[in-house]
């Protein structure tokens, strides 16, 4: 089965060019499903059963995994076998009448504009660390791009000028307008901060201490830390500024469609869970643009 896991996250890729995260996801589920097949004695892909794929879910259940994370992992199922039979591989999809747990959708952890503004006041500007910081925090927030394409950036990908970013993906490219505050904290981090960090040449917009690409670990550490001397109760993540960008638009009547298209949705109804916040929470949508 290990042989038919590998050849279809190379057809993810190559065929359907899913994410690097997709691909991880999918992979670490059917892992799992097979160490469950290969314990009930189900050593090959096509000799599981119905059977065989409902008792995994229930383990699933039992184990008290969220309704979130059996859906994921029935999704990884259903795309496996869904591929396995359009090769060939196997004459009935077993995975077809698998139905995922109900999911209630939560609303995404955000920031008010104030906290989100204490947060934003936190790096010291005094400090080649605390500019890099800042430019960072203001930048995510400006364009609502995820942690992963912030740490990703390159100094081509950034467009003082016109202010804009470019965020590629694979095939796919989005380019994301900021505002003034962002454009004003890259220009100071920009003149001089970033090379005293950086030490040598490279072509990193965010280079971490030691002149190397940040990790998310890393972001997420440095978040924590501001979020905590800024006093904001709000459990935050690396997404929470992603989220209250999105929101403190969608809030103040930004276009859907516009949203979307920034974050990279490829559904409309991902960024439709923005609409639930209240025009009486946020009085701007991005008064720092």
Not at 18 to 37: A, G, H, I
Not at 266 to 282: F, V, W
């Amino acid at each position: 089965m290990e042989q038919e896991i590998r050849r279809f996250i190379l057809y993810l890729h190559d065929e359907k060019k899913t994410s690097e995260n997709t691909e991880v996801s999918y992979q670490r589920d059917l892992r799992k499903l097979m160490v469950f097949l290969e314990q009930q004695n189900v050593f090959r892909a096509e000799r599981a059963t119905e059977t065989n794929l409902n008792s995994y879910i229930l383990v699933l259940e039992k184990q008290g995994l969220s309704a979130a994370t059996v859906s994921r992992s029935i999704a990884s199922m259903k795309a496996f076998y869904s591929y396995l039979f359009k090769i060939g591989k196997v004459r009935v999809n077993p995975a077809q009448g698998l139905k995922p747990p109900k999911v209630e959708k939560k609303l995404p952890d955000i920031l008010t504009i104030e906290e989100m503004a204490a947060l934003l006041r936190q790096p010291d500007d005094r400090t080649p660390k605390g500019m890099r910081d800042r430019a960072m925090l203001e930048l995510l927030y400006a364009t609502g791009i995820r942690v992963t394409e912030l740490i990703s950036l390159r100094l081509d990908h950034v467009n003082l000028n016109l202010e804009y970013i470019i965020c590629r993906d694979r095939d796919k490219e989005r380019i994301i307008p900021f505002g003034k505050e962002a454009k004003k904290a890259l220009l100071t981090y920009l003149d001089g901060p970033r090379q005293a960090l950086l030490g040598e040449e490279s072509d990193v917009l965010f280079p971490n201490c030691s002149g190397k690409s940040m990790s998310r670990q890393g972001f997420w550490k440095l978040l924590k830390q501001y979020a905590k001397q800024a006093g904001i109760q709000t459990e935050i993540t690396p997404h929470t500024l992603r989220h209250s960008f999105a929101a403190h638009l969608v809030d103040n009547g930004a276009d859907l469609h516009l949203v979307q298209g920034m974050l990279g949705h490829s559904d409309i109804s991902t960024t439709m869970m923005y609409t639930g916040r209240t025009r009486e929470i946020y009085a701007k949508a991005h008064p720092r643009g």
